[in-house]
């Protein structure tokens, strides 16, 4: 994979039209608990592709 060295002021346009060409893959997983017990749990996986 090769690794592409681009300048610090892109336009919010590049940046979707970067996203929307090569995709990308957003993997967060969250959990709250309080003393021990767990309250909430969330797993989400976006793939935009």
């Known amino acids: 994979m ?3 060295k681009t300048n610090s002021s892109s336009s919010l346009a590049e940046v979707i039209d ?3 060409d ?3 893959v957003v ?3 969250v959990r709250v608990s309080l003393v ?3 309250l909430l749990a ?3 996986r976006i793939v935009i592709a």
């Open 2 to 4: 090769a690794v592409e």
């Open 42 to 44: 969330v797993e989400a």
């Open 18 to 20: 970067r996203i929307l």
């Open 36 to 38: 021990g017990i767990e």
């Open 27 to 29: 993997d967060a997983w």
């Open 22 to 24: 090569k995709g990308i």
